[in-house]
């Protein structure tokens, strides 16, 4: 176990000089004081939890105190906002201050997110709310418990600074841990600014840094870029099969290493709606929750287009090709697990449509339906899910479908059976209504909501004593909560 001021930093990215990020010092947030941390995220520091309450935890994460050793950077990238191509993004709002060895030899950087204006803020205050702080935070611990591949989030810092959105809100600070900051925006922005030979540093650090095994391959460069294609491919297929909506997926909000990165309106599905839109200034539903899949793809072309000065067109098409294959290969395969199939065949994938069809027609909640799924055996389960449907007979015809494909398996052990669905079925999902009621009591000064929620959420699938509510259906106020994208 470290304290606080025992970090070991190494800022490689930092190194690589002043065409890839800029030199910024954080701007301090008034009267800081720990909303909420993560011992989980800690861990990965060798962080004592109980530094967590300790001031100078809040100082150094609330931008009043930086290690000797940090080197505060804002990063500079562009990318492809809802289709169109911006020219220059970068950190607008948010700092890498180093990046950190831990004692198993893995690196983290620090991001500080909300730390002030950089060169790269535009129009922007530099600053991020409390509301905002806190839904990345919840999220990123939350989707790691359910093992998709995410950023982490160590800790929420709340002040006393007020900031301007609709109204007047007040500015926090959350502290992210990452692999790598690098999007599929970084390569954009060497690439369309036209110096090859920046983006060929870029190309080698994150080569060496994070595909190392690629360098051994006779066209590094098309092996990270397969191996990108691979995680991305994956990545969706959890976000579809645990009904996770992103909802601002655009270039630079895309890690490098297929994980799910920047959290804006994101949104987990209460009720099945395929075309569910969670971003409430996405008009056209560009990045719906079903899109999700071909942005995806859409996304991989965008930093295929990128490394063109790299890997020949004929092989960035061939590469890009694998994704939808893979992607559905996976999807298959965590919903086959999610309805608790153990084995596959062919008509599989038309049981689960059809299954997703009943659902969307009479607004079922997709995550309580599957984990009650498992609750008893097929027969017992289907008897009594079946008043959740509207349409009753359609789904007393899935059921009996669902039952005889059960049987199939051959005999099995209800028992066993429901460990093995509870444990990919989640009971606690961060429904939005939750988060709010989280939200609400902390904009008042109260941060019990947000840990104990933080709590529930790092233990998803097992059901605790006494949480009952948080695995209820949203009240009617909160089922169509409008979250838009000022952050
Ligand atoms: P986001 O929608 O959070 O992914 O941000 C898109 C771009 O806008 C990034 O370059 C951010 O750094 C920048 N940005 C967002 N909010 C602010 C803000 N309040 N001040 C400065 N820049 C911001
Ligand atoms: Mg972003």
Redo the contacts with the bound molecule.
Sequence with gaps: MKALDELTFDNRFARLGDAFSTHVLPEPIAAPRLVVASPAAMALLDLDPAVAETPVFAELFGGHKLWAEAEPRAMI?SGH?FGSYNPQ??????LLLGEVYNEAGEHWDLHLK?AG??P?????????VLRSSIREFLASEALNALNIPTTRALCVIGSDTP?WREKQERAAMVLRLSPSHVRFGHFEYFYYTKRPEQQKALGEHVLAMHFPECLEQPEPYLAMFREIVERNAELIAKWQAYGFCHG?M?T??MSILGITF?F?PFAFLDDFDANFICNHSDDQGRYSFSNQVPIGQWNLSALAQALTPFISVDALRETLGLYLPLYQAHYLDLMRRRLGLTTAEDDDQKLLERLLQLMQNSGVDYTLFLRRLGDESPELAVARLRDDFVDIKGFDAWGELYVARAAREGVVDQEQRRTRMHAVNPLYILRNYLAQKAIDAAEGGDYAEVRRLHAVLSNPFTEQPGMESYAERPPEWGKHLEIS?S?
């Design positions: 990238y906002q993004l970068g950190d607008g709002r948010g909300g204006q950089t790269y803020s535009r129009m922007g205050d530099g600053r991020a900031v601002v655009n630079d909000n920047d804006g994208c952050s």
